[in-house]
């Protein structure tokens, strides 16, 4: 099978040296880049066509946003999978919001650190990624009351549906039968089209497919 090529655009050596450790045991994996600064990775882009780039949000040079912007302008089909620190939802919502970023995880998230390959897997093969500890930040938000309004296992299969799970994987899961889960999704459905969150993610999911 052909190996998922993947650039680091990082300027935490301690991030990159977790990143390697996670990813070395991988024979479908290689890491083709290794860069601090953004317009170095941008650069590096150019030389090794990866086909996928993992991305500080906070580089001591630019933002990962406008890292994203110079990347997709020069190709298209290169996914971005980008990592922050920041957990303020006025940060996240530019994020999610922005058409060059194609996944978003949370430094030091639990759910990073267990799902990692399966994430990049995942992206590289056309799907999206977000972190559920993204959701949850979000969730707390007083801006983001329709989240608010939902039950706890509303909440739990929001969560799994923006992760890219499919219902049938979902119920399974869940140990819950499938006409269950699409009759919540129907009521997440209600409680939050009223609010800007459903199309942020709606967002996020459209730039990768």
């Not at 150019?46 to 912007?69: N, R, S, W, Y």
């Not at 990347?71 to 919001?97: G, N, P, W, Y």
């Not at 650190?113 to 930040?137: C, F, Q, R």
């Amino acid at each position: 099978m052909k190996k998922i090529r993947i650039s680091l655009i990082e300027d935490s050596e301690i991030h990159i040296a977790w990143i390697e450790t996670e990813l070395m045991d991988d024979g479908l994996i290689e890491i083709v880049s290794k860069d601090r600064l953004g317009r170095k990775g941008v650069e590096s882009i150019k030389m090794h066509q990866p086909d996928l780039v993992i991305l500080d949000f906070q580089l001591q040079d630019m933002t990962g946003l406008e890292v994203a912007k110079r990347i997709k302008s020069q190709r298209q089909d290169v996914k971005i999978f980008m990592l922050t620190a920041h957990t303020e939802v006025s940060i996240l919502e530019r994020i999610i919001d922005d058409k060059n970023i194609d996944a978003i995880a949370i430094k030091g998230s639990y759910y990073l650190e267990e799902n990692l390959l399966l994430a990049i897997k995942h992206i590289v093969e056309g799907g999206t990624y977000l972190d559920p500890s993204l959701l949850k930040k979000l969730r707390e938000s007083r801006n983001i009351s329709s989240l608010n309004a939902l039950t706890n296992r509303e909440f739990e299969i929001f969560i799994q549906v923006h992760t890219g799970k499919p219902d049938n994987r979902i119920a399974e899961d869940l140990c819950v039968e499938l006409s269950h889960v699409k009759n919540l999704k129907s009521k997440i459905a209600k409680k939050t089209k009223k609010n800007n969150i459903a199309a942020l993610l709606s967002n996020l999911i459209a730039n990768a497919s």
